[in-house]
């Protein structure tokens, strides 16, 4: 027969927020035992993993058993009349009102943790906050969850959010995502002579290619030089002229002498961009007058425009 570590109800929720759950298992490196980080980190592991020695769900942080990894955070003993007179006063049980304690605890501690720890910590404390069957467990950790977020000065994740982002899509996870931890790209590593032969000749196409589209650039300028018309300033600070082709648009700031292509969305040109301190100005007016512009070119004068650089 088949074991399994992880508690039944977890096997309902997506696998992405499975991995969460496991990947926040492990408590910080080099705090001692007794540390507010590690006994919260107990019954994290108690919420949602079963005791290895009797296969079990321990769901309170007082109960006995479960060894060292997923032992008790609370002895019963320890318990003051305080804690239970709050506990009666909320409806919540005793363990709730004396983990809350660990939890401002640890939130003044903070500055002793990884903040790596912290992360794994706080995203797990969300799953469990939104998705554990147990009412009191479930707010329990929805609690910390909020206490750890206002602590950061950030705004809770609503949990429809979380589970589009966690929510086994590829596609729904990178929409949700600024950095993602992609493979990393071939730069210079080859396995033999043959790989690296075509990696020299995609390069040497790529210049090809450029080169011949900076060549035509610098037709289509020549051609549109005489054919510039006004067009009324979308700024009151300065001034521009505009010629339109068939599949392109020149601008330019008559104050900063730039001009601005800007390829129409069904154009297949390449294009590139000055690092002047005006650009923004003129791609603003491409932008505003024309909807269908795709992408801008700058250079700093008409016969420069094959040798502006790309960024």
């Known amino acids: 027969m088949m074991k399994n570590v992880l508690q039944p109800w977890v096997w309902e929720l997506t696998l992405m927020q499975q991995s969460v759950l496991i990947a926040a298992v492990r408590g910080p490196d080099g705090l001692r035992k007794d540390h507010s980080s590690k006994l919260l980190c107990r019954w994290l592991r108690r919420s949602f993993m079963l005791s290895a020695f009797d296969g079990k769900a321990l769901n309170a942080p007082d109960l006995a058993g479960g ?68 009412w009191d467990i479930r707010k329990f950790w929805k609690e910390t969850y909020l206490m750890i977020v206002n602590d950061a000065h950030l705004r809770p994740e609503p949990e429809a959010d979380m589970d589009q982002r966690l929510g086994d899509s590829e596609s729904q996870w990178r929409s949700a995502e600024i950095v993602t931890a992609d493979p990393p790209a071939k730069v ?58 068939e599949d392109f648009i020149i601008v330019e700031a008559v104050c900063d002498r730039f001009i601005v292509v800007g390829f129409r969305k069904d154009s297949p040109r390449f294009n590139y961009l000055g690092d002047y301190s005006s650009m923004g100005t003129a791609c603003g007016a491409v932008d505003r007058l024309y909807n269908k512009v795709r992408e801008i070119s700058v250079t700093e004068s008409y016969a420069e425009l094959g040798a502006s650089r790309h960024v």
């Open 188 to 245: 210079g590593i080859c396995q033999d002579e043959k790989e690296q032969a075509e990696m020299v000749g995609r390069a040497l196409l790529e210049k090809t290619r450029a080169a011949t589209e900076s060549l035509k650039r610098e037709r289509i300028v020549a051609e549109l030089r005489e054919k510039k018309e006004t067009v009324q300033p979308t700024q009151p600070w300065w001034m521009a002229k505009v010629a339109e082709g």
């Open 67 to 134: 060894g060292s990894f997923t032992g008790p955070s609370l002895a019963i003993q320890d318990y003051g009349l305080p804690c239970i007179a709050k506990a009666k006063q909320t409806g919540v049980p005793v363990w709730h009102v004396a983990m809350m304690i660990q939890v401002q605890k640890y939130l003044k501690l903070v500055d002793e943790m990884p903040h790596h720890f912290q992360l794994h910590f706080m995203h797990a404390a969300e799953i469990l906050g939104y998705k554990h069957p147990d």
